[in-house]
């Protein structure tokens, strides 16, 4: 008896020590998951997209919340706002407000039944109008649309897992039918989130809206690497592949794109108002497959060197048929303090000037002013390999572009600037292809309202067009600035010193002295 009740003490002790062992622990965790918390809100507090609008943190000794509400910067979103459907712009005006749910290690998930060790297991949840979560559960039924979990480590950083369940949903009256496969996202992150690895997936989306047509996707992978380099740079990989992508479409849509706005939005660079398409797609059958994007970039001492790839199997619109298309481009020896420094002040822009010639200006005078060690460190663009077959025939382009030897006080006459620009470049397109684009801008030239009483006859603007072409065409070719054989026109342009030369032809620039060339027969090399 005495026996047991000594065992049942011990137990007792032990049970004990184990319960204060942990509450320590899980104490001490709970300010390491604070503190990590802290870290990521302020990182989301310094996006210009968002502002916050309250944020609450109440730590307990196991368990601990977080809330947070972000509302959108209209002072930078704003302008844009005004592109998206009516129907979709109040969310955009409204807040996202998210609570966490924080249990503190050792073992943070074990009521959950995980027990991986970590400093806290943090979950997410969204807070939604009864408006928002109404429609949501058209789509997802009682799952919840999104479901957000992060462990965070015991030494620091953490994995991030996000997930968007999988739905079928139809409207049998209006012939609408979408399949949704889900949506899932791993993060693995070090401490202070300057260092991690991604890879997103999505297996794909079908819509079918009725008699109007049918867009979907297959197979979305995307990988990353990233880590911090000394010159402040991002460096590491990125990989993106696509199976398929396909849209048939019975009906036009007219379309007006503010493409000077968008760029804007996702480089904060302004580009002016002078590329804004308008018109409409006509009904259409398009479909891409296996897209493959890769970009890779490295550091060596101050500079940083990036190279991406793109290829894709096929692109068909319609009947014409494109690819397969294969890209490879470097942008070498570029100096990573600068870019770093531009990117800075790139960011600050927006908001300290609204009028659009005054962000003009201030973007020239940021690169002038601290964009010069970019274009006086040799930088150099390599077009390894531009390949891509056409229903007209092959396009193909390799070459370089580079600045060499280029001083500061260089950039004061466009002469003593031109003589360190080089350009070295091998290109090949079929004559058709060429054919039908200047077809297309004499049309554009000559063609009137649609209104007007009288319009031009383009089957004459077409042979208008042709015979310039070929007058134009059979010149260079007896100049021997180009080439043709068997439908391709191929030349070679090489640029340096300031003298240039076109299928190793000289050919006299508008500044030059002599306006006149000397013959061909003569000048060649």
């Known amino acids: ?28 965790t709970g300010i390491k998951a604070e503190q990590t918390l802290a870290e990521q809100h302020r990182m989301i507090a310094a996006m210009s997209v968002f502002k916050v609008k309250s944020h609450q943190y109440e730590r307990g000794w196991f368990s601990s919340t977080e809330n ?48 991986t060790p970590g400093s806290a297991r943090v979950t997410t949840r969204f807070e939604m109008s009864d408006s928002t979560r109404k429609t949501l559960a058209r789509f997802f039924g009682t799952a919840d649309p999104i479901t957000v979990i992060n462990h965070l480590n015991l030494t ?119 590329i804004n398409p308008s018109g409409e797609f006509r009904p259409s059958n398009v479909e891409l497959k296996n897209l493959k994007y890769q970009i890779v970039t490295s550091e060596q001492d101050e500079f940083v060197n990036t190279r991406g790839k793109l290829d894709f199997d096929t692109f068909s619109y319609n009947d014409s048929v494109y690819g397969p298309l294969k890209l490879d481009i470097s942008a070498n020896h570029l100096h990573g303090p600068t870019l770093v420094k531009l990117d800075e002040a790139f960011t600050r822009i927006p908001f300290e000037v609204k009028d659009p010639a005054l962000l003009r200006k201030r973007y020239i005078d940021t690169i002038t002013q601290q964009g010069m060690p970019l274009l006086t460190n040799d930088p150099k663009i390599m077009i390894n390999t531009f390949s891509l077959h056409m229903p007209t025939g092959n396009a193909k382009l390799d070459g370089q572009i580079a600045l060499q030897g280029l001083k500061e006080s260089d950039l004061k006459t466009p002469m003593a600037f031109i003589k360190h620009f080089i350009a070295l470049l091998n290109i090949e397109l079929p004559r058709q292809t060429l054919e039908n684009l200047v077809v297309a801008q004499a049309r554009n030239l000559f063609t009137v309202d649609a209104s007007a009483e009288e319009q031009p006859d383009l089957g004459e603007i077409d042979n208008l067009a042709k015979s310039l072409l070929h007058a134009q065409l059979s010149e260079w070719e007896s100049q021997k600035l180009i080439t043709q054989d068997g439908g391709q026109l191929r030349t070679m342009v090489d640029f340096r010193n300031g003298e240039l030369l076109v299928n190793r032809t000289r050919v006299a620039l508008p500044w030059e002295e002599n306006e006149d060339p000397p013959p061909a027969a003569s000048a060649a090399k």
């Open 1 to 28: 008896m005495n026996v047991n009740k000594h065992a049942l003490k011990l137990t007792a002790a032990v049970l004990a020590g184990t319960f204060v062992l942990y509450g320590g622990v899980a104490y001490w």
């Open 68 to 115: 947070t509400e972000l509302e959108f910067n209209q002072e930078l979103l704003g302008p844009y706002i005004g592109l998206l459907p009516e129907n979709i712009r109040p969310l955009f005006k409204g807040s996202i407000h998210y609570h966490h749910d924080i249990q503190h290690g050792p073992l943070p998930g074990l009521l959950s039944g995980h027990f």
């Open 156 to 274: 620091g950083g953490g994995k991030l897992a996000v997930s968007v369940p999988k739905f079928d949903y139809e409207e049998t009256l209006a012939g609408v039918k979408m399949n949704w496969r889900g949506f899932d996202l791993k993060l693995n992150y070090a401490a202070g989130y300057k260092e991690y690895q991604s890879e997103a997936v999505s297996p794909g989306f079908t819509l079918e809206a009725g008699p109007k047509g049918r867009f979907g996707f297959d197979n979305i992978r995307y990988l990353s690497d990233v880590r911090p380099g000394n010159t402040g740079v991002k460096l590491g990989t990125g990989e993106l592949t696509v199976g398929n992508v396909s849209l048939k479409w019975n009906e036009s849509i007219p379309y007006s794109i503010k493409l000077n706005e968008l760029i804007h939005l996702v480089s904060r660079v302004r580009v002016g108002e002078f």
